[in-house]
């Protein structure tokens, strides 16, 4: 008995010895990608370690945090991240990085800290300088609460649509050309069956690295999908829509129990701090998309609609909590009428309702325009309206259409109907009071002919001249026409909207709004389909100037004529914008 008791204090002592003369984790080399960085961009610190651990990419672990110190003074924590790096043959094949951006010009200087098993050690402080760029910073929420902006105050609206799988620099530049200054995009889960769960697979990981570089290249926009609602659904819907096969989160909770299953949280927070290091640097990730069409999966459909609101709220925390940078949020449910998502839109920084028409809204059923009481055009336009005017109404948010278009129209694409539907869902939303353009699904060779065109650019010439994030006072605006509809938001500094009849051309019609301060205005129409301003016969953009008695503002669209051998005609709609005379 004796001699069982001293090998088992001899073990102990073994056992204590070694763990005490294990090695803490020692820096190999620290390098970073430059000594001098602009405003905003990546500054990028690659680093490799003697250390033990058996999953890199799980903090319990091992802990790598950065600490970033302005020249103010305020300090940045920022998690590093355990990477692939096969692009540059003086690196070695996985290191960690930590990745930053700074929004403070001057000295810089930074330490990492690790911490594993062993015990815990801290760089030296390293220093870098950052410098004046053309950079305009992260997107975010503006002052008036409607509207989106940079950093630096430089005004956001943004012109786009769902590009998935095209990670191609020839696409966003063609992109780009026709005014498309962001992006949606789904990604695929980051833990897959090749990577197992709490490891992230590095291929996937390439891809949203490699598209991150190519919109800070050409300056676009990411909102990063990261929960499509396929792979949280093993019965909704149906086809493509059933992917929870593919989602190995099937080893910790059943496909129902996804939104309350503790055991996925704890995976899931692990997963943000990860992306949040990789990602949140970019000037380019604009928005967090948490999830798209929420009904669309197995949580709500058979599990349980509340708790996927408590989820979409949790998560959401999680990143106002942790990303630095404080990346707007959003979540949809699908776009059926009664499709309505009080929690997500409390809960987020951006509402954002979905539109398919087909699922529930007015539209024609008989198949023939001219014998039905339902103008399809019409009651698209008006759809829109009625939807971001309950957002607008409902929460003091920047709105957003994160979601519409492509099917469950009235119109096929190629069919004229559907350009015109396209025109007219841009135009009214903007006049109803959204932060961006609906975000049209989704880009491909069927859809270009028809919306990736100078549609695009012509709502970008036009909402350039507007300040979104400085105007103040906003509010919705009582607005008609002679023959047709108008609609229109307005401010202190300015009133813009638009007007339309469907079923003639607006020449000649009248647009009255209500409640407009009294006083002198200067009117400014905007030709939509040519995407220019109307032009006097020297060319000079035509200014008209306008009285408000205090209650109401009236204007007449003018009729243009052939000049030259040129027909100048307005069409079906046009926008305006009237600023106050000083």
Excluded at 114 to 119: A, E
Excluded at 321 to 332: E, K, L, S
């Amino acid at each position: 008995m004796k001699k069982a008791l001293t090998i088992s204090i001899s073990f102990i002592l073994v056992f204590l010895v070694s763990n005490v003369l294990a090695d803490a984790p020692a820096f190999k080399w620290i390098r970073h990608n430059t000594d001098e960085v602009g405003l905003y961009d990546k500054f990028e610190a690659t680093f490799w370690l003697e250390t033990e651990f058996e999953n890199p990419f799980d903090p319990e672990d091992i802990d790598i945090m950065a600490t970033f110190t302005a020249p103010s003074g305020k300090t940045w924590s920022i998690p590093a991240f355990y990477s692939t790096i096969q692009d540059r043959s003086w690196l070695a094949r996985y290191a960690w990085l930590v990745r930053f951006s700074a929004d403070e010009l001057g000295e810089w200087n930074y330490t990492i800290r690790v911490k594993d098993r062993n015990g815990e050690v801290i760089s030296e402080k390293r220093n870098f300088k950052v410098v004046e760029s053309e950079y305009h910073g992260r997107i975010k929420v503006a002052a008036n609460k409607r509207y989106l902006e940079y950093d630096d105050g430089t005004p956001f609206y943004g012109v786009g649509m769902w590009v998935n799988n095209q990670e191609k620099a020839e696409v966003m530049d063609e992109l780009k050309t026709v005014g498309v200054n962001y992006i949606s995009y789904v990604m695929t889960p980051l833990e897959t069956w090749a990577s197992g769960m709490g490891r992230y697979d590095q291929h996937v990981c390439a891809r949203v690295d490699h598209l991150l570089n190519i919109l800070e290249e050409r300056d676009m926009q990411l909102a990063l999908n990261f929960w499509f609602h396929s792979y949280m659904s093993e019965t909704v819907w149906g086809g493509g829509n059933v992917r929870w096969f593919a989602n190995p989160y099937q080893t910790v909770t059943e496909c129902k129990d996804f939104y309350r299953s503790e055991e996925a949280w704890k995976y899931q927070e692990k997963l943000y701090r990860y992306m949040i290091a990789r990602w949140g640097y970019s000037r380019s990730l604009a928005i967090w998309f948490i999830v798209d069409e929420v009904n669309g999966t197995d949580g709500w459909v058979s599990g349980d609609s509340t708790q996927a609101g408590v989820w979409v709220k949790k998560v959401h925390d999680y990143f106002k909590a942790n990303d630095p940078w404080n990346h707007p949020t959003t979540g949809t449910r699908s776009g059926g009428i009664k499709e309505w998502w009080q929690d997500a839109y409390e809960a987020t920084d951006l509402p954002g309702r979905e539109i398919y028409e087909a699922q529930g809204f007015p539209i024609n059923k008989t198949g023939q325009i001219d014998k039905d009481d339902t103008h399809s055009l019409t009651y698209s336009y008006r759809n829109y309206h009625g939807q971001v005017n309950k957002l607008w109404n409902g929460f003091e948010k920047p709105c957003l259409i994160p979601e519409t278009g492509w099917d469950h129209t009235f119109y096929e694409m190629q069919m004229p109907g559907y350009q015109a539907q396209y025109h007219n869902a841009i135009w009214v939303s903007l006049a109803s009071g959204v932060s961006m353009s609906p975000f049209w699904w989704a880009y491909s060779d069927r859809l270009n002919d028809n919306v990736v065109t100078n549609q695009m650019l012509s709502l970008r010439h036009f909402t350039d001249q507007i300040p979104f994030n400085k105007l103040i006072n906003l509010k919705i605006i009582d607005a008609e026409s002679s023959e047709g509809d108008a609609y229109a938001v307005g401010s202190d500094q300015l009133i813009f909207g638009w007007a339309v009849n469907a079923n003639t051309d607006m020449a000649g019609k009248t647009v009255s709004l209500e409640d407009v301060p009294k006083g002198d205005y200067k009117l400014r129409l905007y030709h939509t389909w040519r995407g220019q301003f109307l032009r006097n016969e020297d060319r000079s953009v035509m200014v008209l100037d306008i009285k408000s008695q205090g209650k109401s503002l009236s204007f007449e669209i003018p009729i243009l004529k052939v000049e030259g051998g040129h027909a100048r005609y307005i069409g079906q709609d046009i926008a305006f914008i009237l600023e106050p005379v000083q």
